[in-house]
């Protein structure tokens, strides 16, 4: 897996010995060559932590998830990049999708000048990172966003090219967030040249946008007519959903191919400017969000992803070639007395979205490359689950209030 690796945690509380002895193997199993760490601010990351990912290959990139309306103590910030300059680490991400309105608040938000604003917390991190040898990483930005995500980059490095100093500009690196979102690999392909047509919150159905695997290429248009140069880049957030009919473990591992600037079918590779990139994520608790696309339990326990992705074979259950198998399969919950309207409700976005086959059926539900259920163990037990897995499924289970169903639905 030459330049890919995994965002480790979506949390910074998991750096002990322990943690390290259970993680690192399954790193080195995929011959990972990068990770991603969330940084706090209070304190630094136990140096055995970043110096045995060093030891074994893998390099570790900090992301300071600050925010630009509370920012961190300058003096403070430099005691920790000098300290992690001397252990080893090269990169440090400053700040997460500044183009969010939750990043900021809803006052802050209103106020006019959003990018330089954004620039005057930004900017002297960046120069104190580079002060002592690090290179620091502009944020990734969501896709799309409250602010267009290339509108705000765009208006961002005009204001580096005004603003920050030549060694800053020698060594400012891009990311960007590059989920699949449902969307073909070739998805956006060429940037904004091969897609003129498409403009901020506005891409016509017959054109093609940035929110995909393809996102690099788009900022690295930017990138170039600002700064007349390609910023190196760092892709994150790597996950499915795959587009309809595609198998997930092939189109990441084609994707794989394609950053490591290898030919797919006719596909372009990504360009050379692209470093790596990272997968959503190693693990996490199955109660959040990242829990959904993690790659691994918290105990360690590996999904079925994991064998499909490294082995390209299922070690479960096979079905023969005659047996028809459904692409994604929504589970829903039945009761005595029928089926309950909140739950076709709650799902019709997703429905829209994804097309997915609906049924009631568990044995039914077994035929599925990918199970989506809805409702907690009091409805689908963990057993039933298991048998879901057992059989080869990829399973997400869905469960919560109203909200929090909706939310995680519109995630996948």
């Keep these: 897996m030459e330049k890919v690796g995994f965002h480790y945690r979506p949390d910074c509380d998991h750096y002990s010995e322990k943690d390290l002895a259970l993680w690192l193997p399954k790193?080195?199993?995929?011959?990972?060559?990068?990770?991603?760490?969330?940084?706090?601010?209070?304190r630094a990351i136990p140096e055995f932590f970043i110096t045995r990912l060093k030891e074994e290959g893998i390099e570790p990139v900090l992301h300071f998830q600050l925010s630009p309306e509370v920012l961190p103590i300058l003096d403070e910030m430099i005691l920790l990049f000098e300290t992690y300059q001397k252990w080893g680490v090269k990169y440090a991400i400053l700040f997460d999708r500044p183009n969010l309105q939750e990043s900021w608040g809803v006052e802050s938000w209103a106020h006019p000048d959003l990018t330089e604003r954004f620039l005057d917390g930004f900017l002297p991190l960046a120069e104190?990172?580079?002060?002592?040898?690090?290179?620091p990483v502009f944020?990734?930005?969501?896709?799309?966003?409250?602010?267009?995500?290339?509108?705000?980059?765009r208006g961002c490095l005009d204001g580096i090219q005004r603003r920050a100093s030549k060694p800053l500009l020698e060594r400012l690196l891009l990311s960007a967030y590059a989920g699949l979102n449902g969307k073909p690999l070739s998805w956006g392909v060429g940037g904004p040249e091969n897609w003129p047509d498409t403009q901020p919150y506005d891409t016509p159905e017959s054109s093609e946008d940035q929110r995909c695997f393809r996102i690099a290429e788009w900022y690295l248009t930017i990138s170039e007519t600002i700064l007349e140069k390609k910023l190196p880049l760092l892709m994150l957030g790597i996950r499915g959903p795959a587009h309809d009919n595609q198998d997930l473990p092939q189109t990441l591992l084609e994707g794989v191919n394609l950053i490591s600037r290898q030919e797919m079918e006719g596909m372009k590779p990504l360009p050379e400017q692209v470093l790596g990139g990272a997968f959503w994520v190693l693990t996490a608790e199955e109660s959040c969000c990242a829990g959904e696309h993690s790659w691994f339990y918290p105990n360690g326990r590996a999904k079925p992803i994991v064998d499909h992705f490294l082995h390209g074979e299922r070690k479960t259950v096979e079905k023969s070639p005659g047996d028809f198998r459904f692409s994604h399969y929504l589970l829903l919950p039945t009761f005595e007395w029928g089926i309950a309207d909140w739950h076709l409700e709650v799902t019709r976005s997703f429905i829209k979205r994804h097309q997915p086959t609906i049924g009631f059926s568990l044995e039914e539900a077994t035929r599925a490359d990918q199970v989506t259920v809805l409702g907690g163990e009091e409805l689908f037990t963990e057993e039933e689950i298991n048998q879901l897995r057992s059989q080869g499924c990829?399973?997400?289970?869905?469960?919560?209030?109203?909200?929090?169903?909706?939310?995680l639905l519109a995630a996948i």
């Design 27 to 42: 790193l080195k199993a995929f011959k990972a060559t990068w990770v991603v760490l969330q940084a706090p601010v209070s």
């Design 128 to 135: 104190a990172a580079v002060a002592v040898g690090l290179m």
């Design 139 to 153: 944020p990734p930005l969501e896709p799309g966003g409250d602010y267009w995500d290339t509108t705000f980059l």
């Design 394 to 407: 990829m399973v997400r289970r869905i469960d919560g209030d109203g909200t929090k169903v909706a939310s």
